[in-house]
């Protein structure tokens, strides 16, 4: 029985390693450029090519790729900025430091520290 669950221990650990190297893979390569390559796939199928008039430039796909990407790319970085300065962010960081016990304890704790920080750092 002890072999058993030594067996299904290694499984579940080695598992779980793979598990967590495919969920960063994915996530962070392959997941964007796939969602730019279906964006720019879908307005160009849907959109574009649906246009009676349309500009030479947008006849070719390749060509297209380029100018979505010039407007999609500055787009999507100007949002993210954004929402991260005066969007949802800061008030979702909140929200988790608020529900998250550990989070809570771990901020009240660094709040603490950068205090302490503050006060050795003053001119007496």
């Given at each position: 029985?002890?072999?058993?669950?030594?067996?299904?221990?290694?499984?579940?650990?080695?598992?779980?390693?793979?598990?967590?190297?495919?969920?960063?893979?994915?996530?962070?390569?392959?997941?964007?450029?796939?969602?730019?390559?279906?964006?720019?796939?879908?307005?160009?199928?849907?959109?574009i090519?649906?246009?009676?008039?349309?500009?030479?430039?947008?006849?070719?796909?390749?060509?297209?790729?380029f100018?979505?990407?010039?407007?999609?790319?500055?787009?999507?970085?100007?949002?993210?900025?954004?929402?991260?300065?005066?969007?949802?962010?800061?008030?979702?960081?909140?929200?988790?430091?608020?529900?998250?016990?550990?989070?809570?304890?771990?901020?009240?704790?660094?709040?603490?520290?950068?205090?302490q920080?503050?006060?050795?750092?003053?001119?007496?």
């Amino acid at each position: 029985m002890k072999r058993v669950k030594r067996i299904l221990r290694k499984l579940f650990d080695t598992l779980s390693v793979v598990r967590f190297y495919f969920v960063r893979g994915h996530g962070i390569y392959l997941a964007m450029p796939l969602s730019l390559l279906n964006c720019s796939l879908l307005v160009y199928n849907f959109l574009i090519k649906k246009m009676v008039v349309r500009p030479a430039i947008l006849d070719n796909y390749i060509s297209f790729v380029f100018l979505f990407l010039l407007v999609f790319v500055p787009l999507a970085y100007f949002l993210g900025l954004f929402d991260y300065h005066k969007g949802m962010y800061q008030r979702e960081q909140e929200e988790t430091i608020k529900l998250n016990p550990i989070y809570k304890t771990m901020y009240s704790k660094l709040d603490t520290i950068i205090e302490q920080t503050k006060e050795k750092d003053e001119p007496s």
